[in-house]
């Protein structure tokens, strides 16, 4: 990504037309290599890592569907904004249920959760997921993250002086009490994995309209090409909001016009 995104500022500064990620990532590769035929082994081995962890991986998956044409290059940040968002979030949470506790403390406790193989309990996610979203998209990512909480074991937990949480009077000497758990990264995949399904389905007609005119899967259009898509997925675009469109696609009048741009402009990505 930083590569791209210094070829992208270079072909502004001199006004010339981008690459799409796929030929950014062989002209990257060519000038680390020099040999088609090392190129062509690389090239053949990213596919495959994409391949094999983009199951376990939101941004391995989501680099692979850029590369693939059906996601804008600026989406990964998206998904990188979101990540921080819901760290913050969660660390905010934690710390205003341990406000009783010293500084050190609560900064170990928040660390313990959020470090590799940290957990998180339901009651504590169910209030993040709560906070973050609304209606079905709430519901639709409690059931993923619980369908992934089912492998872990309840976990006994010690109440604290000070808990605002009420333990029911059949609480074993209303010492701890069982709550199921999910490791934080689970947690965060699910997330993240939601709003790039999220994502996908905005861009669904946007793409099925954009291979009607791009059967080869050049990922690069001319003007009129995004002018007849434009008209495929919104009807209702008016001549001023074509030309107003076309100065973003194209502002060096290159009449050439790579999807990824396409996509940002046609649907943008806070939309998702």
């Avoid at 590799?116 to 609304?134: A, N, P």
């Avoid at 609480?171 to 199921?180: I, L, P, R, V, W």
């Avoid at 909001?241 to 502002?251: G, H, N, T």
Wanted: charged share 20%; glycine share 4%; net charge neutral.
């Amino acid at each position: 990504y930083a590569s791209k995104a210094k070829s992208d500022a270079r072909c502004s500064t001199h006004k010339m037309a981008q690459e799409t990620m796929l030929q950014h990532l062989y002209t990257f590769l060519n000038h680390k290599f020099g040999v088609r035929a090392l190129v062509l082994d690389e090239v053949v081995a990213i596919m495959a890592a994409i391949e094999r962890f983009s199951s376990l991986d939101v941004g391995v998956a989501a680099f692979g569907l850029v590369l693939q044409g059906e996601l804008e290059e600026s989406f990964p940040d998206q998904l990188e904004k979101l990540r921080h968002t819901t760290m913050h979030l969660l660390t905010t949470y934690l710390k205003n249920l341990h406000l009783h506790q010293r500084v050190n403390n609560i900064d170990l406790l928040v660390n313990k959760h959020l470090k590799e193989g940290g957990w998180i309990l339901e009651s504590h996610w169910l209030d993040l997921v709560r906070y973050m979203y609304k209606g079905n998209q709430a519901q639709e990512i409690i059931a993923a993250v619980r369908a992934v909480s089912q492998i872990h074991p309840p976990v006994a937990v010690p109440i604290s002086p000070g808990s605002a949480r009420k333990i029911s009077r059949s609480t074993s000497k209303g010492a701890d009490f069982s709550e199921s758990r999910v490791e934080f990264s689970a947690f965060m995949n699910v997330v993240l994995s939601h709003h790039l399904q999220r994502r996908r389905e905005t861009l669904r007609p946007v793409l099925l309209a954009i291979r009607q005119l791009d059967e080869k899967g050049t990922g690069i259009f001319t003007l009129f090409q995004c002018q007849q898509i434009y008209k495929l997925v919104a009807s209702e675009l008016n001549d001023l909001d074509w030309k107003r469109l076309a100065e973003i696609l194209d502002p060096f009048h290159l009449d050439q016009v790579i999807l990824s741009n396409l996509l940002s402009t046609f649907v943008p990505s806070n939309e998702a």
